[in-house]
């Protein structure tokens, strides 16, 4: 079997010997992100191989060493460097990143711009919570693959990593609140003085602020140093554009992943709940309120209503996430578990519109249904379901019911209140959905353990 490869000075064909092509067969498999991997074989990935001592430029001259691996997500890894002077964050998007990044139709690099000039001129409160940008550049490797740089303030990890910290591994309530009343802040600053939607919302978006030194950092580098997987992986070559294709020879390569290792959350952090600091990350996909240029937005677990049946959305789309994230922060499980029915031929987006009734405990608005483009895949011209529609009044309060299941120590006032602040974060109709500063009012806040 031969291998095409597409590169712009032209396609190269591979032929593969037996020991290649039984780990083309099988699969290249990883433990963290698809290191090397071009985005020929992963459309939606092209992750670079960095080193710790490797040495970067931003736009604006700074020399930047890598010196441990922080973590990674669905489209770029995350880096500790030295600035000379301090320790930052380099967040390195994939290839697919990048160039959606960089697309002329989207303009996120225009937007993300914009965004950081408002996070270091503007004196809202909600600035405080919001991971800061502190440059950008273009990182380009010898075989021309490109890969946006984003060097960021320095936080610590994301909430969804510290559940080892509490019994349980949940949270307790007041931490929860402490978390929300800041992350509203932050996006009321985003929704109201940049006029941006975030639209990517999740629990590895929001961060525990742990304010060390360069000295404690230094230590903690000291004590516990980078580590690697044991066993290696399996990659491509770095160099496959400039091979001669007469020439056999392998195609694949190890490589030795490196184990993310996030900064600790502050020592005693789960002890002093209302001291502990949380940030908002992860700009890469924001929009415009005003001109937006992309609707496929938002993880699907995420996805508000109104981006599932193609309609008019606006900053509502982050309540809507936001919801969702407190609710697995509570309870450490997904609140939308959608299963597709191929048997009774029922969509996953049918079967999630169905789950989003059965939650909020309402239909979905006949106005809404009629201005929305896709409606006529999931409703009826009356507005009823073509699935079927959940009969919320004859059953139990589902979403109150899987808190109490994920929770049970709870008290009834404690499950009440935070039942009714996250149905307020999904309702359906966005038009009724609060804005975040509106939900920083709601009691459930205010409320102490």
């Not at 064909?13 to 699969?27: P, S, V």
């Not at 946006?148 to 949940?170: I, S, T």
């Not at 109150?400 to 935070?418: E, F, G």
Request: proline share 7%; with cysteine.
């Amino acid at each position: 079997m031969s291998l095409v490869c597409a590169f712009d000075s032209g396609n190269y064909e591979f032929e593969l010997d037996d020991y290649d092509q039984a780990i083309f067969d099988g699969g290249l498999m990883f433990n963290e992100e698809e290191v090397g991997v071009p985005m020929m074989f992963a459309p939606e990935g092209g992750f670079p191989e960095v080193k710790i001592g490797d040495l970067f430029q931003d736009s604006d001259n700074t020399s930047l060493e890598v010196v441990r691996k922080l973590g990674f997500g669905n489209d770029s890894s995350v880096w500790l460097v030295h600035t000379g002077k301090h320790y930052s964050a380099l967040r390195m998007l994939s290839q697919y990143a990048t160039n959606t990044f960089h697309s002329p139709l989207h303009d996120t690099s225009g937007i993300y711009d914009e965004f950081s000039k408002h996070s270091k001129t503007n004196f809202h409160p909600g600035i405080e919570h919001l991971v800061k940008p502190e440059s950008t550049f273009l990182w380009t490797l010898p075989n021309t693959n490109k890969h946006q740089c984003l060097l960021l303030e320095l936080a610590g990890p994301p909430v969804a990593c510290v559940r080892q910290y509490f019994e349980d591994r949940l949270p307790p309530l007041n931490l929860i609140r402490n978390l929300c009343r800041q992350l509203l802040l932050a996006l009321d600053f985003v929704h109201k003085e940049c006029e941006l939607v975030h639209t990517d919302i999740t629990p590895d978006k929001i961060l525990i602020v742990n304010p060390l030194s360069s000295y404690d950092i230094q230590d903690l580098i000291s004590k516990t140093p980078q580590k690697w997987y044991t066993k290696p992986s399996t990659t491509f070559c770095d160099d496959l554009h400039i091979r001669d294709p007469d020439t056999p020879s392998t195609i694949f390569r190890s490589v030795q992943e490196m184990v993310s290792q996030p900064i600790p959350p502050p020592h005693g952090f789960h002890r002093q709940l209302e001291k502990t600091v949380f940030r908002l990350s992860g700009f890469t996909k924001v929009q415009r309120l005003a001109n937006q240029t992309k609707d496929d937005i938002s993880i699907p677990r995420m996805r508000a209503p109104e981006i599932v049946l193609g309609h008019q959305w606006n900053e509502k789309v982050d309540i809507w996430s936001f919801g969702c994230t407190i609710y697995e922060i509570l309870t450490g499980k997904h609140l939308f578990k959608v299963r597709p029915d191929e048997i009774r031929e029922i969509s996953y987006d049918s079967e999630h519109l169905l789950l989003m009734n059965m939650v909020s405990r309402s239909d979905f608005p006949l106005h809404m249904i009629k201005r929305s483009t896709n409606a006529h895949r999931y409703f009826h011209i009356d507005g009823t379901p073509i699935v079927g529609r959940y009969a919320f009044e004859a059953h139990t309060d589902v979403l109150a019911s899987n808190i109490a299941q994920a929770r049970p120590s709870m008290t009834k006032v404690d499950l009440a209140a935070v039942t009714v602040f996250i149905r307020a974060c999904l309702i359906l109709d966005p038009d009724k959905r609060p804005g975040a500063a509106q939900l920083r009012a709601d009691p459930f806040l205010y409320m102490f353990e």
